[in-house]
């Protein structure tokens, strides 16, 4: 998977861990790769 991403196997090890310093798109890319769906929903409120 870590190739996939253009990342390093260290990364996803400490994405899975919850120690790592991401950004968001990687995050994205990871998701997707998993085949999870994100949503959002705008509140202009």
Known sequence: ?????GVTQRWLSELEAGKGKQANERYFKVLHLLGVRVMGIVDDH
């Open 1 to 5: 998977m870590a190739e996939r991403l």
